[in-house]
């Protein structure tokens, strides 16, 4: 098992864009001070359309992935995300080649 690529597309709320931005940035800093196997964890927006926004993440493993969904922090944040997204994410696993 090599290197795990994920990524999340959501559509949030209009009106909830800032909202949404300052709950990921908590979570961003949480993954990135607490996850030596989270490789990369992007926050980007659409230059199409502002209230889609994409995260960009790497895993080290498989494990560095499934233990990053079992943390504190990345449930407590799942109730603040949910009430500002506009639908279910679309998420994309992926297999990072060399």
Not at 78 to 93: E, F, N, R, S
């Amino acid at each position: 098992m090599g290197v795990i690529g994920v990524i999340a597309t959501l559509k949030v709320q209009a009106g909830k864009e800032a909202d949404f931005e300052a709950t990921f940035k908590g979570l961003r800093d949480k993954v990135q001070a607490n996850e030596p196997g989270n490789l990369q964890y992007d926050l980007t927006r659409s230059k199409a359309d502002a209230q889609t926004y994409v995260i960009m993440e790497k895993y080290a493993s498989q494990e560095a992935l499934e233990s990053h969904g079992q943390t504190e922090y990345f449930k407590a944040a799942g109730p603040a995300l949910g009430a500002v997204l506009a639908g279910a994410p679309d998420i994309q696993y992926l297999d990072i080649l060399d």
